[in-house]
Structures are given as structure tokens and as C-alpha cells.
């Protein structure tokens, strides 16, 4: 049988780089030649044990390659196409799909905190940190790059782009909107874009990185706090008169960040939270103005499919938005558990690195 390097999970602590089995294609599926990927912060909670998965499980769900092998019954593409294909591979035909709810499709919740979702890409299935994926229902999800796109250009359409954007979409952004934005990191930097693309025209980016706060600007924030100088609730409400905010959006996963979006909330505002949390939460009373402030809190799932997909590639090609920028490091898949422990670890000022078998 014929193999391929991929980086898998051992144990807490240890994803290696492993030979396994070239996946084989089944009528529906299509096998996708990695041309790049990358690591995610999902990943990193995988690798410290926070997000269980199964022992000896390809990771990764951000994928740009080329069409390797398609399944039997597969039709409207063709072998040697370039593609993406969302973290998120619904199978268009579950309750949840037919709901509108397709980043669910998969079930219910599981045992325990962990979610099943329509997130398989390196949670249930083996993932795209390798030679090549297998993508499930390939008609559902695939979408194909357009030629004048580098792979670093649509690398984060997959998750991060998809994920950022949605925060500020199920958050309701509307024009003139106040919005702030807690983190911002690549998840965080892209709902500062969703949240400009949706109309926004105060947006107010919240770290402890002066150069994420950077990026920030030239992403479209009109103001950056820098939380490690000063109380980012009390600027924000300084910058809005007191009012607070329409949208906050939590793009950390952590009890700190999400405090403070209900406490920048305006009555009647929307707290939309990206993050993964890998604690529980404690809702403060005060900031929940006892359950009476008519706020409203909305998770989201990072949405996937080819519309999708396709939609974030109209964006990238537009030149509305350039996230290439985003990609500060670069390693060969060989060298991939070096990129796990540079990440992981947020040195040398690490946004998303770029990985290429």
C-alpha cells in the first residue's frame, strides 16, 4: 500500500510527523495532492490535550491543493484542478443541513463539551497536515481557486477567514455600527475585516501585541488598544460616549476577553463569540445587567461548503482584502513538528505559518 508523510496525534503533548496509508476514494469523494496548509489554534488544543480526538489521527483542516483522484459519481470537476475546501464538510442532506444549519451537519453534541458538528477535517477524520486529504461528499465542498490566486492568498479561506467573518455576520454588523473586537489574532484579525466588509465605521481592535495591532489598521480598525497599558472596557467606553458598542466579538476563548465583551455591550447589543473555550464560563451579573440589558450572545461555527468557499474566493479575487499578509513563517511538512512547537508557543511573532509537503 502505498504511503504518505502526515503529522499525527500520538498523545497530549506529541503530534509527529508519521508515514500512513494513502487514503483510499470512494464513489463521493475526491483525493486532494496538499500544495499548503496550516496549523490552527484548534490544532494546538488538540496537541495539549483540551480537544480530545483519537489517538493516531491525521490533524489539520485548512487545505489548497490539486485534484489527485476523483470518486466514481463524482461530477462537475476534474482531476488536476486546484481547490480549497472548507474546515467544515457538510454533507448537504442531514437535519441540520436542511435546517440552514450546515456547519452542525453531523449531529448533536457529544459526550461531554465536545461538539460534532459538521467539523470532520482532522476531528473525526483524518486531516490535511499531509501529502494528500481525502474530502468527503466532494461536490458539496470543494471550490476551485482561481488562477490568478497563489495558494498563501486563499490559505485562510478554509477556517480563519470563514470563522472571522461569520463573527461579525451572526453578530448582525450593520452600516454605521459600533464594533469591537477582543484579540486579534488570525481569527480576530479577520473579524475586523468581516466587520468593515459588513458596514462597520467605528471598529476597535483589543490586544496585548503592539504588531497584531499593526496588522489591526491596516486591516481596517480605526482604533487599536493596547490591553497590557490600559483597561480595554474603560477605552472603549470612552471611545463610543459612554454608548458601548452594537457588536463584540470574542475571538480568544478565554473567561477574560468574554467579560469584557458583555461589559462593552450597549443595551440591546450582540456579543458574538468565536473563541474555543476550554473552560466554562462564569456570566458576571453586572455585566449581564441581571439578565434584563436585552443582549443577545451568539456562537458560531465556522461555516463551510463550496458557496461558501466560493464567496470568500470572490472576496480574495475582488482585492477587497488581502490576508496573505497573515502568513509570517513558512516550513516544509518535514519540518512540521518544529512549526507545531514555534506556534504553539507564539514566538518570533507568529501569525499563521504556511506548510508545503
Not at 485548512?62 to 474546515?87: N, T, Y
Request: proline letters at 5%; hydrophobic letters at 40%; one cysteine or more.
Amino acid at each position: 500500500m502505498a504511503k504518505m508523510k502526515a503529522a499525527v496525534f500520538v498523545e497530549p503533548g506529541r503530534i509527529v510527523l508519521d508515514d500512513k496509508p494513502i487514503p483510499d476514494v470512494g464513489p463521493l469523494d475526491a483525493l486532494v495532492r496538499i500544495t499548503t496548509t496550516t496549523i490552527c489554534g484548534t490544532d494546538v488544543h488538540i496537541l495539549k490535550g483540551e480537544y480530545p480526538v483519537e489517538r493516531g489521527l491525521i490533524i489539520g483542516h485548512e487545505p489548497v491543493g490539486i485534484i489527485d483522484k476523483l470518486g466514481s459519481a463524482v461530477q462537475g470537476f476534474r482531476e488536476g484542478q486546484r481547490v480549497i475546501a472548507g474546515a467544515i464538510t457538510p454533507g448537504g442532506y442531514s437535519n441540520a443541513c436542511l435546517c440552514g444549519h450546515h456547519s452542525q451537519d453531523g449531529g448533536a453534541f457529544g459526550h461531554g463539551w465536545k461538539p460534532a458538528g459538521g467539523w470532520r477535517l482532522g476531528n473525526t477524520i483524518d486531516g490535511c497536515q499531509a501529502e494528500y486529504v481525502l474530502v468527503p461528499d466532494a461536490m458539496t465542498n470543494l471550490a476551485v481557486v482561481p488562477d490568478s490566486l497563489t495558494d498563501e492568498q486563499v490559505l485562510m479561506c478554509p477556517d480563519i477567514m470563514s470563522t472571522g467573518l461569520s463573527g461579525a455576520q451572526s453578530g448582525g454588523v450593520r452600516i454605521g455600527d459600533a464594533v469591537a473586537i477582543l484579540a486579534q489574532g488570525p481569527i480576530g484579525l479577520c473579524a475586523t475585516v468581516g466587520a468593515r466588509l459588513m458596514g462597520a465605521t467605528t471598529i476597535i481592535a483589543v490586544d496585548r501585541l503592539p504588531e497584531r495591532l499593526a496588522i489591526s489598521k491596516r486591516l481596517g480598525a480605526d482604533h487599536v488598544i493596547d490591553a497590557s497599558e490600559v483597561d480595554p472596557v474603560a477605552e472603549i467606553m470612552r471611545l463610543t460616549d459612554g454608548r458601548g458598542v452594537d457588536v463584540a466579538i470574542e475571538a480568544l476563548g478565554t473567561q477574560a476577553t468574554f467579560e469584557a465583551a458583555l461589559r462593552v455591550l450597549r443595551p440591546g447589543g450582540v456579543l458574538s463569540s468565536l473563541g474555543v473555550y476550554s473552560t466554562d464560563l462564569t456570566i458576571p451579573l453586572s455585566a449581564f445587567a441581571a439578565g434584563l440589558g436585552d443582549h443577545k450572545i451568539i456562537t458560531t461555527l465556522c461555516p463551510g461548503g463550496k458557496e461558501r468557499m466560493r464567496r470568500l474566493l470572490a472576496v480574495i479575487e475582488s482585492g477587497r482584502v488581502d490576508l496573505s499578509m497573515m502568513v509570517t513563517h513558512r516550513f516544509k511538512l518535514d519540518d512540521i513538528e518544529r512549526a507545531y512547537d514555534l506556534f504553539s508557543n507564539q514566538r518570533d511573532g507568529v501569525l499563521k505559518v504556511a506548510i508545503t509537503p
